[in-house]
């Protein structure tokens, strides 16, 4: 199992970027599938998490309303898109699945974690 993130960027503050993460080994149709980050001396942690049902999606409180995740399992494919990026955005961001259909247990995926996108949001 391999997923992979791709699209960070260096962007200003209030920018947008796409990250899409494309999985190898498995499908991903029937797997939830999360984004996490992992910003420089700080712990990594959840940001976004879709279901094997599209409908299905949660988001760390601290990008709610300014990151969408979407997916199009025909491509094996997950989509972060982020908008109103802030500084403290800046991390390397990392795609994974917890191995379930479902997102409730998403902030405890065993990895592999891959090595992940960088973003950096500075002016």
């Known amino acids: 199992v391999q997923l992979q993130a791709s699209g960070g960027g260096l962007v200003q503050p209030g920018g947008s970027l796409r990250l899409s993460c494309v999985a190898s080994?498995?499908?991903?149709?029937?797997?939830?599938i999360a984004w996490f980050r992992r910003a420089p001396g700080k712990e990594r942690e959840g940001v976004a998490c879709i279901s094997s049902d599209p409908s299905l999606t949660t988001y760390a409180a601290s990008v709610k309303g300014r990151f969408t995740i979407s997916r199009h399992n025909g491509r094996d494919t997950v989509y972060l898109q982020m908008t109103g990026l802030k500084p403290e955005d800046t991390a390397v961001y990392y795609c994974?699945?917890?191995?379930?259909?479902?997102?409730?247990?998403?902030?405890?995926?065993?990895?592999?974690w891959g090595q992940g996108t960088q973003v950096t949001v500075s002016s």
């Open positions: 994974a699945t917890p191995y379930s259909e479902r997102c409730t247990y998403y902030t405890n995926s065993p990895g592999p």
């Open positions: 080994g498995f499908t991903m149709d029937h797997y939830a």
